[in-house]
């Protein structure tokens, strides 16, 4: 693993931690638990759609294990995993399918996330009360995947643009006009090209 892939993995795991913790200054008190807005998923959704899937879950685990330690405690480390292995894996699985856009992956993604979460705690309490919640859960889920949805694909748009401009400053730079060179970029960078399309495959593969 190169330094710059570390570091723009170290930089998105710290991101996500920022947001964890502004959840936990600003707690959800609706009366239903497990309802949160997720603003950690808006990493994890961002990097699904820009980075290679390993890298996707090795933010995921290391944020919710530093957040545990941090700001929770063994339970709500392991509540947090199950809700993220299973949606992330629900996203995956949708995202290949390309029938759905960001919004409804992330929608899919946060309504799985409440659900793995509300099977956990019903096998801890060991009380099948609980899953009157999942209805309540399931729109909590819906509207903050979409949320989430919206604000992840504004992000994506305004990186794509921002790295359109730092893309065609490199082909100036380098006085390569009529051939495409994304070596200059950082590792990222060059993903979320490749990802989002930006240029013609063929103009990215023959620079690549």
């Known amino acids: ?24 200054l600003i707690p ?17 959704v961002i990097a699904l759609y820009s980075l290679d899937i390993g890298d996707v879950w090795l933010i995921s685990l290391v944020r919710i294990v530093l957040v545990g330690f941090m700001f929770g405690s063994l ?9 993220a292995i299973v949606s992330l894996i629900a996203m995956m699985i949708i995202k290949k399918t390309d029938f759905f856009g960001i919004m409804g992956v992330s ?3 946060a309504v799985c996330h409440n659900m793995a979460q509300i099977a956990v705690a019903a096998f801890v309490v060991k009380n099948n009360g609980i899953y ?22 504004r992000v994506l748009n305004i990186l794509k643009k921002f790295f359109l401009l730092i893309f065609y ?3 100036i730079s380098k006085n390569k006009i009529f051939h ?8 990222s960078t060059q993903k979320l090209i490749r990802c989002m ?12």
């Open 1 to 24: 693993m190169s330094t710059k892939k570390i570091a723009n993995i170290a930089m998105l795991v710290a991101l996500a931690i920022i947001f964890s913790y502004v959840e936990v």
């Open 28 to 44: 959800i008190n609706i009366g239903i638990p497990g309802v949160k807005l997720g603003l950690a998923n808006l990493v994890i």
């Open 75 to 83: 339970m709500s480390i392991a509540y947090s995993l199950a809700g």
């Open 107 to 109: 929608i899919i993604g």
């Open 132 to 153: 009157y919640y999942v209805p309540m859960l399931l729109i909590a889920g819906v509207i903050t995947g979409g949320i989430i949805g919206v604000v992840s694909h």
């Open 169 to 171: 400053y490199c082909i």
């Open 180 to 187: 495409y060179n994304i070596s200059c970029l950082s590792y």
């Open 197 to 208: 399309k930006v240029f013609p495959a063929r103009s990215i593969n023959s620079a690549g």
